[in-house]
C-alpha cells in the first residue's frame, strides 16, 4: 500500500492494466474493500449484523412466473409478502439465534437483519391466483398468467 496524505491506497491502483481484465477488476473491487475497510473500521460482526440480501431465482414457462427466495433459518411467520398494484414485494427478517457474546467466535460470515425485495410484474398475470409456499427454507410464489397470455396452438388445416 502506499500512503497519500493519512490514508492508505493500494499500490495496485497506480499500475497500468493487466492482460487479463477479469482478474484485474477482481483485484480493483478487492482493493477498494480494504481502502473502505481501513477507512472505516467495524467489527465483521457488525457488518453481518446489518445488510442481508436473500438469493432470488425468476422463471418463467407457459403457465405462470416462479419466484424462488432462499430463506435459511427463516420463520415463516417473519417473512411478509404483499402485493400492490403491480409490485409484489417480499419482506422479513432473520433473527440473530444467540446475541449473547461467545468468547470462541472466529469469524462471523453469515448475516443477519431485515431484508426486502420488489419485483414489477407484467400486465399479463392473474394477480388474484398468486400462490405462496414456505418450506424447508424456501419461499416459491407462483404468479400464473392469463389465459390470454398463454401460447396457444393453432391448427392448420390443408386443402
Known amino acids: 500500500m502506499a500512503k497519500t496524505g493519512t490514508k492508505m491506497v493500494p499500490a495496485r491502483m497506480f499500475r497500468g492494466l493487466s492482460t487479463d481484465p477479469f ?36 422463471y418463467e414457462d407457459e403457465d405462470a412466473y416462479l ?11 417473519d417473512v411478509k409478502v404483499n402485493l ?11 433473527r440473530v439465534e444467540n446475541e449473547q457474546k461467545r468468547e470462541n467466535y472466529h469469524r462471523v460470515e453469515r448475516s443477519y437483519g431485515q431484508f426486502y ?33 398463454k401460447p396457444k396452438q393453432i391448427e392448420v388445416k390443408v386443402q
Open 117 to 149: 425485495r420488489s419485483f414489477t410484474l407484467p400486465p399479463n398475470v392473474d394477480t388474484g391466483a398468486i400462490n405462496a409456499e414456505f418450506k424447508d427454507g424456501m419461499l416459491r410464489l407462483t404468479i400464473p398468467k392469463k389465459e390470454e397470455a
Open 84 to 94: 400492490n398494484e403491480n409490485t409484489l414485494s417480499i419482506s422479513g427478517e432473520r
Open 67 to 77: 419466484i424462488k427466495l432462499e430463506l435459511p433459518e427463516v420463520n415463516r411467520d
Open 23 to 58: 482478474r484485474e477488476l477482481f483485484d480493483l473491487q478487492r482493493d477498494i474493500n480494504q481502502l473502505f475497510d481501513a477507512s472505516f473500521p467495524a467489527p465483521r460482526e457488525e457488518v453481518a449484523l446489518k445488510a442481508w440480501t436473500p438469493a432470488v431465482d425468476v
